[in-house]
C-alpha cells in the first residue's frame, strides 16, 4: 500500500502569519524564504499578469519537486509588496499615486523544508517547459524579515483600502511606532471566484519603536 504523505498548508500552521483583525494589532514575525518577482506597472496589465503567471510557474514546480522527495505542500496564497517613489514615511500615499507608478514584489512564502537546490531545479524544470516564459534571475529565491509589524484585515476592494490604512497608520502613531517598510498585503481571497465587496486582504507594515531625542 502506498505510503499517504502529508501535505503542510502554512495558512492553518502559521496562523500568526495568516490570521488578521480588522482592527490594528501588533504583531512579531520570523524570517521566511520567498520566490519573488518585481516590476513596476498598474496592476491590471498585462505585465502584472504575466509575472503572476511566471511566480506560480515556478512555485507549482517547486512543489512537484519537493511532493517527489515525500515533502508536499500547499502552494500558499499570493502576496505583495506596494511602494511609491519617496521615503518610507509616504508609502501609504498609494491613492494620490497613478497605478503605473506603483512599484510591487509579489512573492509567495515557502516552507522551511524548501532549499535553493530545490529553486534552482524548479527554473531549469520551467524553463525546459516554456524557454520563453522565464528571464535569467526574474523570479528569486530571498529571505525576506519584517519583524515587528502592524496589521488589520481590509474586507473589500483593493482601491477601497484607504480607511484601513489609515487605521494602521493612526495605531502607529498612537504607540510610538515608525513605518521600517513597504505597504504589504497577503491575499486570503481568490479574485477571481471571490466578490470584490467580500475579498479579504491582510495589510501589514514593518516597524520600529521611535527613538527618543
Known amino acids: ?35 519573488s518577482l518585481s516590476g513596476r506597472c498598474d496592476p ?9 503567471d511566471k511566480l506560480y510557474a515556478v512555485a507549482y514546480a517547486i512543489k512537484f519537486i519537493s511532493k517527489a522527495e515525500d515533502m508536499d505542500f500547499v502552494v500558499p496564497k499570493m502576496e505583495g509588496f506596494w511602494w511609491i517613489d519617496g521615503g518610507l514615511a509616504e508609502q501609504h500615499k498609494f491613492a494620490q499615486t497613478p497605478p503605473d507608478e506603483w512599484n510591487w514584489k509579489i512573492v509567495i512564502r515557502m516552507p522551511d523544508f524548501i532549499e535553493g537546490d530545490h529553486y534552482y531545479r524548479a527554473i531549469q524544470k520551467v524553463k525546459a ?3 520563453e516564459l522565464l528571464q535569467d534571475d526574474e ?38 511606532l515608525q513605518v521600517n517598510g513597504y505597504h504589504h498585503e497577503i491575499y486570503l481571497s481568490d479574485p477571481r471566484k471571490t466578490p470584490e465587496e467580500k475579498l479579504k486582504t491582510i495589510l501589514r507594515y514593518a516597524v520600529k519603536k521611535v527613538k527618543n531625542e
Do not use: C, W
Open 1 to 35: 500500500m502506498e505510503a499517504i504523505i502529508e501535505k503542510l498548508d502554512l495558512k492553518k500552521e502559521d496562523p500568526n502569519y495568516y490570521s488578521a483583525r480588522k482592527t490594528p494589532e501588533l504583531r512579531d514575525l520570523d524570517s521566511y524564504y520567498y520566490l
Open 44 to 52: 491590471q496589465s498585462d505585465q502584472f499578469l504575466e509575472a503572476i
Open 129 to 131: 517547459k516554456n524557454s
Open 139 to 176: 523570479v528569486k529565491f530571498e529571505l525576506i524579515n519584517e519583524g515587528l509589524s502592524v496589521q488589520g484585515l481590509h474586507i473589500g476592494s483593493f482601491y477601497e483600502e484607504e480607511p484601513t490604512i489609515e487605521g494602521i497608520m493612526n495605531f502607529i502613531q498612537e504607540n510610538g
